[in-house]
């Protein structure tokens, strides 16, 4: 019997098609552009950007679709952005604080402790000193991880109440192949030098870089203005032997390779004749999704710090963002704004109310940790949901991606981006990895003909 692949028609004069306009369909538009490739890019929505889009509203203020920086330390995309908003970015060393229980901590909280109070101090370097000398025990999880990195006391209250209003699940739940540099270790003397005074701080991010103006779409303006785009084109079905896609609006397109970066738990139903054990890894592919608050503020001294993160489970947002930190473009004269996170799951913490329901109690939480004060004037206020935020590392991810990967590679559909890799990639992966995708198609040399 053939294989689906075996099974797939070659179709050598049509193009290659691109799914999605975010960070990865754009990277992967760029090098077939380069090669001469002919190409398409069809996105859903009626503009281009994926997570990285910005919007300006009438009022004057701009907004991401979920607060965005650059802090890539890749230095070829580094200059590629920089290249593309003609060197007009804002660069500012990276502010970021926490809220625990009514006091403002320096970043990260396990190197900076004197600023806890005492009778907490003592049981976190107890606690530090002894999960150091332990006998290394086996870390299956990521809070065996925390306890053994941290000790009991600051993990269980810090990093483990902050992962379930992030992740949406507690620790014990996930892997700890999403850690890279994500989550700071110190060793013995730092946690000590920080206990009784101030230290550099080896935050893995450094610098903020952000476009003057437009919002950080910009970086990918210029060149969204060259490609191949087709906006406001949902494909809703893939049908991988005649290589064809149907799209909502009832246009058809014949694919000579086909590049995704739609997330694979959308991306797989969409594929004619997936096996069940396929759709059901699918169905696993666990994500967080973010209801984002958007507020505009009649004062520009909200905050020193561009991004604040908070520790107390009675606080609905985990993190706030401060977009007119990053450039005065983004609001009215004298006007500050500030991006809300909550974070929910539809397979572990359902969201249960309309993301507008969220507004009045984000700006409770903003009064009662004084981010707001009762005289401040709201000047814009509106929130969304964004269906897939972030990958969540629980125990299903690792077997199901690979049952998902192995059938779109026998198909030849090439995945990439932060959803079609299934990963926590920043921009910057992201768009290597549009990249990367791109070049995959072009190694197989099978159906692609070169426009030259
Ligand atoms: C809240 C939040 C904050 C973040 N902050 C940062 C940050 O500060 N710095 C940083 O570097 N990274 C950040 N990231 C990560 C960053 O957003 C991603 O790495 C990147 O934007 C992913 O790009 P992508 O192209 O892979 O996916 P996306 O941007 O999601 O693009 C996928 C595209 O596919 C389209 N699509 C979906 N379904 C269909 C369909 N059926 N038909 C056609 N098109 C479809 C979508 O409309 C979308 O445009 C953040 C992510 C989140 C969630």
């Given amino acids: 019997m053939p294989t689906a692949r075996q099974g797939v028609r070659t179709a050598a004069s049509a193009p290659v098609v691109i799914l999605g306009s975010g960070m990865a369909g754009l990277g992967a538009a760029?090098?077939?552009r380069n090669e001469a490739v002919p190409y398409l890019v069809f996105d859903a929505n009626p503009y281009y950007g994926g997570h990285t889009a910005s919007e300006r509203h009438e009022d004057g203020f701009v907004f991401d679709d979920g607060p965005h920086v650059s802090?890539?330390?890749?230095?070829?995309?580094r200059g590629l952005f920089t290249q593309f908003v003609e060197g007009r970015e804002h660069r500012v060393p990276a502010d970021i604080n926490n809220y625990w229980r009514g006091l403002w901590l320096t970043h990260p909280v396990q190197m900076n402790l004197r600023e806890l109070p005492a009778d907490l101090v003592v049981p976190i370097l107890v606690d530090f000193i002894e999960a150091r000398y332990a006998q290394a025990g086996p870390i299956a999880n990521y809070q065996d991880w925390l306890?053994?990195?941290y000790g009991a006391t600051f993990a269980r209250t810090f990093p483990e109440v902050y992962g379930r209003k992030y992740h949406t699940i507690g620790a014990e739940a996930m892997t700890t192949d999403w850690l890279g540099p994500r989550m700071y270790r110190p060793g013995m003397d730092e946690i000590l030098r920080g206990a009784f005074g101030p230290q550099e701080s080896k935050h893995y991010v450094t610098e903020f870089r952000y476009p003057d103006e437009g919002g950080f779409v910009s970086y990918l303006s210029p060149f969204a203005e060259m490609v191949e785009l087709r906006l406001g084109h949902k494909a809703?079905?893939?049908?991988?032997?005649e290589r064809q896609l149907t799209f909502a609006n009832?246009?058809?397109?014949?694919?000579?390779e086909l590049i995704s970066s739609i997330p694979l738990p959308a991306l797989v139903p969409l594929i004619a004749g997936t096996p069940t054990r396929v759709q059901e890894a699918s169905r696993r592919l666990s994500f967080s999704s973010?209801?984002?608050?958007?507020?505009?503020?009649?004062r520009d001294t909200l905050s020193d710090a561009h991004i604040s993160y908070f520790y107390d489970e009675d606080i609905v947002f985990a993190r706030l963002n401060f977009p007119h930190l990053l450039s005065p473009g983004n609001t009215p004269a004298d006007a500050g704004s500030i991006q809300a996170e909550v974070y929910r799951s539809e397979r572990?913490?359902?969201?249960?109310?309309?993301?507008?329901?969220l507004i009045p109690r984000v700006v409770e939480d903003l009064r009662r940790t004084g981010v707001l004060t009762p005289d401040d004037t709201i000047l814009h206020s509106d929130a969304h949901v964004t269906r897939f935020a972030n990958v969540i590392y629980d125990t299903d991810r690792e077997p199901a991606l690979a049952e998902v990967q192995r059938h779109l590679d026998e198909l030849g559909i090439v995945p990439c981006g932060r959803y079609g890799d299934w990963n926590h990639d920043w921009?910057?992966?992201?768009f290597a990895s549009g990249e990367r995708a791109a070049e995959r198609v072009l190694a197989r040399g099978i159906s692609v003909r070169t426009g030259r």
């Fill in 290 to 298: 973010v209801v984002i608050v958007n507020l505009g503020i009649g």
């Fill in 71 to 77: 802090f890539t330390r890749d230095e070829r995309i």
């Fill in 348 to 357: 572990y913490k359902p969201l249960t109310t309309s993301p507008e329901a």
């Fill in 236 to 241: 809703v079905g893939i049908d991988p032997v």
């Fill in 147 to 149: 306890l053994a990195a």
């Fill in 427 to 430: 921009t910057d992966e992201s």
């Fill in 30 to 32: 760029m090098r077939l």
């Fill in 250 to 256: 009832g246009h058809r397109q014949t694919y000579g």
